[in-house]
């Protein structure tokens, strides 16, 4: 039960709560802010407002807005040479995971030496970077209370994480309001991705009872909140319940880590440049299925969490009851049943198993995995079979 616990993220919710941020960072001191964001956010006309908040506070600010999904070094380290030049007093993330992340990196090597990529693996980052904040504008990355961030090396195509306190974003605004005009693929594709952070953060073998009790309540928010975020869209009650749990899952797997699912979607998305959302959700009953055996009572757990009454099931039914529940989240969501349909050429399956096998994730999913499990779970979720 020995167990630790940190989280140094300050937390602010609320709907408008974005166009504060410039009062709040004139209220740390600062007065020259380097944004970090992508085309898109810009393009959706969402930065206006945060812009206009950094201008009646006085602040003046550069916009970074090379983000790419799936965030490459090269493309971290582009922005970096940029943030050295303009020498600003904190660095503001506006936009989704990679944005996030990509600031994550930026931020942290405005005060260390090298490549991002030199600093792969856990705890090697030997300065705190500049001082971050971060506005998500999807509910589900989580990045915003994590520890890590995720790069792309363009010439392995391998997605290294890079794991550090440093890595914690100092603010988080949560403002669902942001969220409001998501496109319904974007809402699932990251819903989901949070749903696989909750369910691999709850049964991971380094959890612990603070994550776990953030896991079960992130489920039981996506469960209520997800289908109609997707369908109705602008309910900001289903956003602003979809942007906390997405939160509290990112806050439970920043301290447990996750497992399979993770492992082989990084995999994917580094090689065949794959949303990582929609991977996650489409191998995410088959790694469900394939950990069952080693959890079949955290697994109930997650069925009741999804709102399945187990009370008279046994628990082998409880199981896979949270199995087929994902399974029917996914069909309501549109997400493909198997990871062809997602442009995944089983030709490079060595090479997915080598990459997935070397993720640290793997090492705590629940299920002891070998070289053979990854090849049969990717070659199920290849062909569909569950
Ligand atoms: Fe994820």
């Keep these: 039960m020995d167990f630790h616990y940190y989280l140094p993220t300050t937390i602010k919710t609320g ?3 974005s166009k504060s941020v410039g009062n709040f ?15 898109g956010v810009q393009k959706a006309g969402v930065l206006q407002e945060i812009e206009n908040s950094l201008k009646e506070s006085s602040i003046s600010f550069t916009i970074f807005s090379e983000v790419v999904p799936n965030p490459t070094s090269e493309n971290i380290m582009e922005g970096v040479k940029k943030v050295i030049e303009y020498n600003p007093d904190s660095v503001l993330a506006v936009g989704g995971g990679s944005s996030i992340d990509t600031a994550k990196g930026i931020s942290i090597m405005a005060k260390n030496s090298g490549n991002i990529l030199d600093y792969e693996g856990v705890g090697k980052i030997p300065n705190d970077g500049l001082i971050l904040t971060v506005i998500p504008t999807t509910a589900g990355t989580g990045s915003e209370v994590t520890a890590s961030t995720i790069v792309t ?5 391998f997605k290294a ?36 952070h909750a369910i ?6 380094t959890t612990n009872p603070v994550s776990e009790a953030l896991s079960l309540q992130a ?14 869209g602008n309910d900001m009650s289903n956003r602003e319940n979809m942007l906390v749990a997405s939160m509290l899952a990112g806050a439970a797997f920043s301290q447990s880590r996750l497992g399979n699912v993770h492992a082989i979607s990084h995999t994917l998305g580094g090689v065949f440049n794959i949303p990582h959302g929609i991977a996650n959700a489409t191998l995410l009953p088959f790694v469900m299925k394939f950990n069952l055996p080693a959890c079949p009572e955290k697994m109930v757990d997650i069925a009741s969490a999804l709102g399945i009454n187990t009370s008279n ?7 896979e009851a949270a199995i087929h529940a994902v399974i029917r989240l996914n069909k309501q969501l549109n997400i493909p049943g198997n990871i062809k349909e997602l442009g995944v050429n089983l030709d490079a399956l060595p090479k997915l198993i080598e990459d997935s096998m070397r993720s640290g994730n793997v090492l705590i999913n629940p299920r002891l995995t070998t070289d053979e499990d990854i090849k049969e779970i ?7 079979i569950l």
């Design 15 to 17: 709907r408008g709560i």
């Design 25 to 39: 960072l004139r209220s740390l001191g600062h007065s020259k802010v380097f944004i970090v964001t992508d085309k």
């Design 153 to 157: 090396n363009t010439e392995t195509k």
């Design 161 to 196: 994480a890079v794991i550090s306190p440093y890595l914690f974003p100092n603010y988080a605004f949560l403002d669902a309001e942001l969220t409001e005009n998501l496109p319904s693929n974007v809402t699932a594709a990251t819903g989901m991705d949070a749903l696989t």
């Design 200 to 205: 691999e953060s709850y049964t991971s073998k």
């Design 219 to 232: 489920i039981k928010l996506i469960a209520k909140n997800i289908e109609k975020a997707y369908f109705v």
């Design 313 to 319: 099931l046994s628990i082998q039914e409880g199981a």
């Design 378 to 384: 990717i070659e199920n979720a290849y062909y569909g």
